[in-house]
């Protein structure tokens, strides 16, 4: 049986080439990825996987084994740089958006923390996106973290990746003088806060593309909320969720 979120032959050729070694094996590659881009649009518990797909327990192990070797880094940079030639863009972005979203946790999910501000008990993903919406860089942790405690650690996940990279755009939530200036100092990135009017709302210029970036998570159930046990499955479903979204533009 065809879902929606399966991959298209095209899809699936280009894919192919940076996952397929060529060794033999039990099931697909093919309907592995179909399987978890399935778990990441429905948000279907594990065990509730259709029967169309390989057990449950091959599928999460893929997944687990890509998480903790460089094969989803690499998936998702490959398709990154391909999307963003695709669109007329250098490979290298040299802006950066920075945000964050609290979101609860439910009870199967595993570090929670409580954001007084948004009123939410859970945990709360930093990301950094280019000017297409694509995430670039995630941090997961508890929701009663600052931003400004998880910018530097957010910011040491893309260092040296990016060459043409030289400035960050972030809200007020940023503000904060030693934090702009270790910035410079280490990374050679300018920090630039984007500040609220106080007469009326005002939409900033490229800094709505995050807040965009998150309602497309809204359209994926399984980040609805936060159902992972470790911060690093957490990580990992936003990159599919990215990488789900960056096939679909191929």
């Not at 050729?13 to 590659?29: A, E, P, V, W």
């Not at 309602?215 to 470790?230: M, P, T, V």
Request: hydrophobic letters at 40%; aromatic letters at 10%.
């Amino acid at each position: 049986m065809a879902y929606p979120t399966d991959m298209s032959d095209s899809q699936w050729q280009y894919i192919k080439i940076m996952l397929d070694d060529g060794r033999k094996r039990k099931h697909s590659l093919r309907l592995i990825l179909n399987a978890i881009f399935y778990v990441v649009k429905t948000g279907s518990q594990w065990r509730m996987l259709p029967s169309d797909f390989p057990a449950w327990q091959s599928v999460y192990n893929y997944l687990r084994k890509w998480r903790l070797d460089p094969t989803l880094d690499q998936l998702h940079a490959d398709l990154h740089r391909h999307v963003r030639q695709q669109q007329k863009r250098d490979p290298s972005p040299s802006l950066g958006i920075m945000d964050a979203q609290s979101v609860p946790t439910t009870m199967h999910g595993g570090i929670r923390g409580f954001d007084g501000n948004k009123r939410v008990k859970g945990g709360k993903r930093h990301g950094v996106v280019d000017t297409l919406g694509l995430i670039i860089g995630v941090f997961v942790c508890g929701a009663d973290k600052y931003e400004t405690e998880i910018t530097l650690p957010l910011l040491k996940r893309i260092t040296g990746r990016f060459e043409r990279l030289c400035t960050i755009l972030g809200d007020s939530a940023y503000e904060h003088g030693v934090l702009m200036r270790v910035i410079e100092r280490d990374f050679g990135w300018l920090l630039e806060v984007s500040k609220r009017s106080v007469q009326a709302f005002v939409v900033k210029p490229k800094r709505w593309i995050v807040e965009r970036t998150f309602a497309w998570f809204g359209g994926y159930r399984r980040l609805s909320k936060d159902d992972e046990r470790l911060t690093p499955s957490s990580e990992a479903m936003i990159l599919w969720a990215t990488v789900s979204l960056m096939r679909q533009r191929l």
